[in-house]
Nanobody, 117 residues
Framework: QVQLVESGGGLVQPGGSLRLSCAASGNILGLWAMGWYRQAPGKQRELVAS???????NYADSVKGRFTISRDNAKNTVYLEMNNLKPEDTAVYYC???????????WGQGTQVTVSS
């Protein structure tokens, strides 16, 4: 069984920063890609960023230059550093684990990020 535990969401003012973390545990052998999706109210879920076991990354155009995904393989943990946050970044952010550029085999419970003054 695979478990993903997220942390780091919260309320931040526009222009501020947040760092999300997600630790994976369980039978994750062969599932080397991790990612972050988000879903805003009334909108479809979208891929924000992903990172493969090799370290190669993939970002949505809307977050390029502002968000950075990274991972600590020894800890099976993925991070999402979010800078210059905008109100349109407000959403529930989900950590995922799987394969390829859009890993979606396993999902975390989600963490709320709210960007508001």
């Amino acid at each position: 069984q695979v478990q993903l535990v997220e942390s780091g969401g919260g309320l931040v003012q526009p222009g501020g920063s947040l760092r999300l973390s997600c630790a994976a545990s369980g039978n994750i052998l062969g599932l080397w890609a991790m990612g972050w999706y988000r879903q805003a109210p009334g909108k479809q879920r979208e891929l924000v960023a992903s990172i493969r076991g090799s370290g190669s990354t993939n970002y949505a155009d809307s977050v390029k230059g502002r968000f950075t995904i990274s991972r600590d393989n020894a800890k099976n943990t993925v991070y999402l550093e979010m800078n210059n946050l905008k109100p349109e970044d407000t959403a529930v952010y989900y950590c995922t684990l799987g394969r390829g550029a859009s890993p979606d085999d396993y999902w975390g419970q989600g963490t709320q990020v709210t960007v508001s003054s």
